[in-house]
């Protein structure tokens, strides 16, 4: 076995697992192969059953297991969410929001959108000063950079597609909570580099500052248990009213917070049609606005769709020169059309057209560099951390859930007396249009700041039918890089026919109209970045981006789950 996959080998159930062992509800107990000390994560398998697939392997297990004793894909991706809050605190939350978008056996689509809001107090220039300009640190950090969270709301919209009790779903969550899990050595060099953050956002220091960490150590939450508990006991109420609305409201004060009690009480999610398109012979489905993502991908999948991908190969200059210039053109619709449909008109009908991608794509020229400012958003007549699970159950039905407290740890608040993180999604609004978010991406009008009002994302939970049956669900974070990631994920297992696992670890490039530029993962090819170099195209080596997770039904019906080597994504099923 790979030993750098292998985690808490070393450690030992202490004293802390007998006292799990004695809790008379226990779900630990009764599931004694999800041990949270002592744990691995396993990148790829394929299931007779049910699949999922999470940046954590307890969440994945869990999910798993709630398949295994009777419950759906939705069930499945309830209890992964609330666990990914506890063990993955960085983007898995209840602090911040999300899109659950699922496919039903018998065909029917949901898209539940429970992204966060601005509060009854958000003004359009909040975050600018005196003279105009914006305060950066006030739309990422602290208690001013939070939107009203959603994901709460959002679990308890879905808990009405699953099948077993709100509160068995959330048991899980609750006890890796209370009896603490061994974290692994990302997380410990996360929750390091963010302390002395931690300590100045919020108004009290919390669980995540108790120590310097280190790969192996248990990690107890006690007011995060306690706050689930309560969602357990009242649902709703749990989390929007009462105690846990108390503490949130508090630690409004700490950093000129705006969420009032009000604010909480009328949060409400909100179902969304998903956009559908159809992409060589196969169906794809994906996230409508207040996303950006799945109108993003069916332009350019369909900017892309006269031209031989297959035949110019995987990463040459040819095909990633095309789908750039696809990039390019897809981004600056997004930046001048898209916000919250609810209070700007997204002409997406038109967007996600043939007549319109074959329009945009005019003026391409094979072997010619685009420019960024000559192309500008179409004429149209008439959304880097977060996280992203897939679940596929034994009937066929499939989830795809993306969720985020936007940057790695949110706004680093701890909400003191509740123990969980929030978000910093107001940046994702237009604090100033014509400037850059934390993403570098601009907006305007279309998503500037308005009380009540969604900011517009681009997270992309997609899923695809093949002959009408499902297919597959898939999925990532990495801010606005994320629906290039699902564009050529897919690119990779329909054109390229590579398997899931060869698709979603392949090198991947990333253009957002402006800054006018062509960023590569660090194992990107070096012929195929000096090609597209000497052709004009400013290119910049970064960092990975992104952990793709799918789960794709194979011929014989297997689930092959996927977790991207990217992360510590881990697949389980059964
Ligand atoms: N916060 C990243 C997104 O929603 O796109």
Not at 140 to 158: E, Q, R, W
Not at 221 to 239: D, S, Y
Request: include cysteine; charged fraction near 20%; hydrophobic fraction near 40%.
């Amino acid at each position: 076995m790979n030993k750098s996959k292998l985690l808490a080998l070393s450690i030992t159930l202490g004293n802390l697992g007998i006292c799990f062992l004695s809790n008379a509800q226990s779900f630990l107990k009764t599931h004694p192969s999800i041990n949270p000390y002592h744990y691995q994560v396993v990148k790829e398998a394929s299931f007779s059953k049910g699949a999922v697939t999470s940046a954590h392997p307890l969440a994945s297990m869990v999910g798993a297991a709630i398949m295994q004793e009777g419950g759906n894909a939705f069930d499945a991706a309830i209890a992964t969410q609330f666990s990914l809050a506890v063990v993955f605190p960085g983007a898995g939350n209840i602090g911040g929001g999300g899109f659950m978008l699922a496919r039903k056996t018998n065909g029917e689509l949901i898209g539940i959108d429970y992204r966060e809001a601005a509060p009854g107090k958000a003004t359009r220039d909040m975050y600018l000063d005196e003279n105009g300009n914006p305060i950066k640190s006030m739309s990422l950090d602290g208690a001013s950079a939070s939107g009203i969270p959603g994901s709460v709301a959002g679990m308890i919209a879905t808990h009405a597609y699953a099948k077993l009790s709100l509160a068995a779903l959330i048991e899980p969550a609750i006890e890796f909570a209370e009896y603490g899990f061994v974290i692994t050595e990302r997380e410990a060099k996360g929750l390091n580099a963010e302390k002395a953050n931690f300590l100045k956002n919020s108004s009290a220091p919390s669980a995540f500052t108790k120590k310097e960490w280190k790969a192996g150590d248990t990690l107890y939450q006690p007011e995060l248990a306690a706050t689930l508990k309560r969602i357990q006991q009242k649902g709703l109420a749990g989390f929007y009213e009462g105690e846990t609305a108390d503490y949130i409201v508090n630690e409004m004060k700490h950093s000129a917070g705006i969420i009032s009690k009000e604010d909480l009480k009328n949060y409400r999610p909100k179902f969304r049609k998903p956009i559908e398109f159809d992409y060589r012979g196969h169906h794809v489905i994906s996230f409508a606005p207040p996303s950006s993502g799945g109108i993003i991908i069916a332009q350019m999948l369909k900017m892309i769709q006269p031209y031989n991908v297959e035949k110019m190969g995987l990463n040459t200059e040819a095909s990633v020169s095309l789908m750039v210039e696809a990039q390019r053109r897809a981004y600056a619709d997004r930046a001048e059309h898209m916000g919250d449909p609810d209070y700007w008109k997204v002409p997406t009908d038109t967007l996600i057209s043939d007549g319109y991608a074959k329009e945009r794509m005019k003026d391409y020229q094979p072997g010619v560099v685009g420019s960024s400012k000559i192309t500008k958003a179409g004429l149209v007549h008439e959304s880097e951390q977060t996280t992203h699970f897939s679940v596929i159950d034994a009937e066929g039905n499939m989830v795809a859930i993306t969720t985020t407290l936007n940057d790695t740890y949110g706004n680093k608040t701890i909400v003191a007396g509740a123990g969980f993180l929030l978000n910093n999604e107001m940046d994702d609004f237009s604090v100033k249009p014509g400037v850059p978010n934390m993403y570098g991406a601009l907006g305007g009008e279309a998503n500037s700041i308005v009380p009540g009002k969604r900011m517009l994302s681009s997270m992309t939970p997609t899923l695809v039918t093949l002959n009408g049956k499902p297919y597959i669900s898939i999925g990532t974070p990495g801010g606005t890089t994320i629906p290039n990631q699902v564009y050529e994920g897919l690119v990779n297992i329909i054109d390229h026919k590579m398997s899931l696992k060869e698709a979603i670890d392949a090198p991947r490039f990333h253009h957002q109209w402006i800054p006018d530029q062509v960023g590569v993962e660090t194992d990107f090819p070096e012929e195929t970045m000096n090609a597209l170099k000497a052709n004009g195209y400013t290119i910049i080596r970064r960092g990975r981006f992104g952990r793709m997770d799918g789960v794709q039904i194979l011929q014989d019906g297997k689930r092959n789950a996927v977790g991207d080597k990217r992360g510590d994504d881990s697949v389980a099923g059964y």
